[in-house]
């Protein structure tokens, strides 16, 4: 009767080691998968530039090697149309919030590497000038 107990005891233990195995598997923060970036390639993006005359007139500008994470690839070229018009700044001096610095991921020559995030969102793209 004494072994059977035993047997019994450590069935229990093993049934609650899967359990909770399973619980863990199941739990979606338990696999730290972080989201990656996603290639939305190069735009020809038209700005609006001050034209001497006090009009404006358009200006198209290059992004290259833009990803976003999080956002999809049209909201990427409106935020870098809005960083190079400087317009709709928002707390930190760029639009919806973000903060940007220098990035250090590859982009052409001629171009510099540009980061912003804000939360789980992020945008990288090559911006003109570097």
Do not use: H
């Amino acid at each position: 009767m004494e072994a059977s107990k035993r047997w019994f005891d450590l069935g229990v233990a093993g049934v609650l080691a899967a359990l909770i195995a399973l619980a863990v598997a199941l739990v979606p923060g338990a696999q730290a998968q972080k989201a990656s970036y996603v290639n939305c390639g190069n735009k020809k993006i038209t700005i609006q530039i001050e034209d001497g005359e006090g009009g404006t007139r358009p200006y198209k500008v290059d992004a290259k090697a833009i990803q976003v994470k999080n956002l999809t690839c049209a909201d990427a070229t409106k935020f870098i149309r809005e960083v190079m018009e400087g317009s709709n700044p928002g707390k930190y001096g760029y639009p919806d919030n973000f903060k940007c610095k220098a990035g250090t991921f590859a982009v052409p020559e001629g171009f510099y590497p540009q980061i912003c995030t804000r939360g789980n969102k992020g945008l990288k793209w090559g911006q003109q000038g570097g």
